[in-house]
């Protein structure tokens, strides 16, 4: 008999103690008041240096987040959960950057993005977006195709610069499906963007500064900054403000071209800026900040340059017009357009008004390449490398043997003499030519011939005459808005 009741009662006081663990486990306790957080603070993180917390804001019964201010004017967050019936202080944070508190690491719908702006940086809203980049693969002979993802979601600061955002539905259905899967790309990511007064996306200085302790296991995630061209534009141009401020990476059929558009609605054409080879839309800084002002301007990056998709197309100047004409058509711009191209920008812009030239209302040639240039020189001068090599690697825009079937594709289309009736500037910078100033203008004066409506102005500048002398060119562009020539 003692020994059934010796064996009982050990039994019976672990059951008391597991029922008594769950029904205290199960219901927490209220948060502590502030004075007793702020201790507890500072004896886990003496740096912190807490002396005031702003919220206190459940994401359920046993997580909460406190965000706060510190004596040395620092705005920061902490992290609670209850565990073994009292509320400890997981992590403290002395700078409020947006980071990802996941409760279960395995369920979406317990995620959430936290953040303690600090007030100095003076912004007004902060972007959030889900991004999973597109992908194409083949395996076992099968093709596989993964769209890009982009989920946005835009938080105020106008009331609070601190805050808590559950993942939305939409995020939560993606991210378990490809959970469940065990497929969850790393390309998938979570990024923010923030802004200043007047929409101006604003660096957030003084809230990225601080450091962190943090107490036991801890499922939190950096939440990254992104720059705006990292993103993809999906509405329509013509849908949007009177003023147009847009930097962003459009898709194409499969791969985007980030593209810039600045300017105002308005009667006079839209310019497009075309890079010489290898050149980005930063060439045209000074240009389009002057001309956004008047009309609306484009310049981009083409395929495989800065932040822009590889493509699948051979680099001739043909298929870069055609990829100009599908990134136009996808910002559902529309023409004219007054194209403004420089050095091998020209071919990609003659090649441009020969497939559409009923958009184009004229071309302003910047030291433009002339396909005789390319003829008579048909193997590259480079010192080192055989010419095998140096014509099959150039680089991303294109190789010397893409820049030659290029110079065939123009003189194959001036047999359509698209340029016959169109309005065209020829500008020609007469400084260190390597073929010497006269044979170079030469090739300019042939540019000329193609338009009855020509004009030829030229410069003391080098090639980048856009960059040495910018305000000339544009009055240039002006001029042929205004009709003048």
Not at 8 to 20: E, H, K, Q, Y
Not at 80 to 109: H, N
Not at 237 to 251: F, G, R, W
């Amino acid at each position: 008999m003692m020994n059934k009741k010796t064996i009982l009662i050990p039994f019976l006081i672990v059951m008391i103690a597991i029922v008594g663990y769950l029904f205290y486990e199960g219901k927490p306790q209220a948060f502590p008041d502030n004075s007793y957080a702020i201790k507890a603070m500072n004896q886990l993180y003496a740096e912190a240096n807490v002396s005031g917390i702003l919220d206190v804001i459940p994401l359920d019964s046993k997580h909460v987040f406190v965000p706060f201010i510190s004596d040395d004017g620092h705005y920061g967050m902490s992290f609670w959960e209850w565990d073994w019936f009292q509320w400890k202080l997981r992590r403290i944070d002395t700078r409020g950057e947006p980071y990802i508190w996941k409760i279960d690491e395995k369920d979406a719908s317990t995620h959430y993005i936290v953040w303690n702006m600090d007030p100095k940086d003076e912004l007004s809203e902060l972007k959030y977006y889900l991004i999973g980049e597109r992908g194409a693969y083949r395996s076992q002979d099968v093709d596989s195709y993964t769209p890009r993802v982009q989920l946005g979601l835009t938080v105020s600061l106008q009331k609070h610069k601190y805050g808590v955002l559950p993942f939305p539905k939409d995020w939560v259905e993606l991210i378990n499906g490809n959970l469940q899967m065990n497929s969850l790309s790393s390309s998938m990511y979570i990024g923010w963007i923030p802004y200043g007064d007047q929409g101006k996306v604003t660096f957030p200085d003084y809230t990225i500064n601080g450091s962190s302790y943090s107490s036991g296991r801890f499922n939190l995630d950096f939440v990254r900054i992104l720059n705006e061209y990292e993103l993809e534009f999906t509405g329509n141009i013509m849908d949007t403000n009177e003023v147009i401020n847009i930097h962003e990476k459009v898709d194409i059929g499969g791969y985007g071209l980030v593209v810039k558009m600045n300017g105002i609605k308005s009667d006079e054409p839209v310019i497009v800026f075309e890079s010489g080879f290898g050149g980005t839309s930063d060439t045209w800084e000074k240009l389009q900040s002057e001309l956004s002002k008047r009309t609306l301007t484009v310049s981009y990056e083409r395929a495989g340059l800065g932040r822009s998709s590889s493509s699948p197309l051979s680099r001739t100047s043909e298929n870069k017009a055609i990829e100009l004409h599908k990134l136009l058509q996808a910002c559902q711009i529309e023409g004219p357009f007054i194209i403004v191209a420089h050095s091998l920008g020209g071919f990609t812009a003659r090649m441009y008004a020969t497939k559409y030239p009923e958009e184009v209302k004229g071309i302003v040639f910047v030291d433009s390449s002339y396909e005789q240039q390319l003829i008579d020189h048909p193997e590259p001068q480079f010192e080192e490398g055989s010419i095998e090599e140096v014509r099959s690697s150039i680089g991303p825009d294109g190789s010397y043997d893409e820049m030659l079937l290029s110079a065939e594709q123009v003189m194959e289309s001036k047999k359509k003499d698209a340029l016959r009736n169109i309005p065209i500037n020829v500008l020609v910078g007469m400084k260190d030519k390597a073929d010497g100033s006269s044979a170079w203008l030469e090739y300019q004066q042939e540019i000329a011939k193609l338009s009855d409506r020509s004009h030829l102005l030229t410069i003391d500048a080098g090639h980048g005459i856009h960059m040495e002398k910018p305000d000339i060119v544009i009055q240039e562009i002006i001029n042929m808005m205004e009709e003048k020539y």
